[in-house]
C-alpha cells in the first residue's frame, strides 16, 4: 500500500512518454500544456504522466523527480478522454476522405478520360552514316 495519495496517484498513472519542454510548454496529442515552472526546463527532455480518460493534466518529471502538473488552456475545466481525442481525429479523417472522393468523382465526370496507350510513334528513320573511315585507301591499278 502507498505511503501518500500522490504515491497512489503516480501508481495509477501507468502511461508515461519522454517529451522535450519547447519555449512553449509541452506538445503532446496535438495539445499544449503549460505550467510556470517548465521555463526553468526548455529544452530539457522530461518524462510525462497522463490519464488517457482525462487529457486537460499531465505531470511531468524530469531525471525522476517531480516537476510539476501542466495543463492545457484548450481543455481547462474539460474532461475529454484519448479515446474520444482518437475518436474525433478519426471522424475528421473519414469526412476529409469521403469529401476527396466526391471531388474526385466530379473531376472524372468533367474530364475526358486519358487514352489507356499512347499513340505509336511514326519510325523513325535511322541517322546518315557520318563516321568517317579510319584509313584511307588508294587504288593505283
Not at 515552472?37 to 525522476?64: F, K, N, S
Not at 473531376?107 to 573511315?133: I, R
Amino acid at each position: 500500500m502507498p505511503d501518500s495519495l500522490a504515491q497512489l496517484d503516480l501508481l495509477l498513472l501507468t502511461v508515461a512518454k519522454p517529451r522535450r519542454v519547447q519555449r512553449d510548454g509541452i506538445h503532446f496529442q496535438g495539445f499544449r500544456y503549460l505550467d510556470l515552472t517548465l521555463a526553468a526546463y526548455i529544452g530539457e527532455a522530461v518524462v510525462i504522466r497522463y490519464d488517457p480518460r482525462d487529457m486537460a493534466e499531465i505531470r511531468v518529471y524530469h531525471q525522476g523527480n517531480f516537476l510539476c502538473r501542466a495543463v492545457a488552456q484548450e481543455m481547462d475545466g474539460q474532461t475529454i478522454s484519448l479515446k474520444e481525442i482518437i475518436r474525433a481525429r478519426n471522424q475528421q479523417r473519414h469526412q476529409l476522405h469521403t469529401e476527396a472522393n466526391a471531388h474526385r468523382a466530379i473531376v472524372e465526370q468533367l474530364v475526358p478520360p486519358l487514352p489507356s496507350e499512347p499513340a505509336p510513334a511514326p519510325p523513325a528513320e535511322p541517322p546518315p552514316d557520318t563516321t568517317v573511315p579510319r584509313v584511307k585507301r588508294y587504288t593505283d591499278d
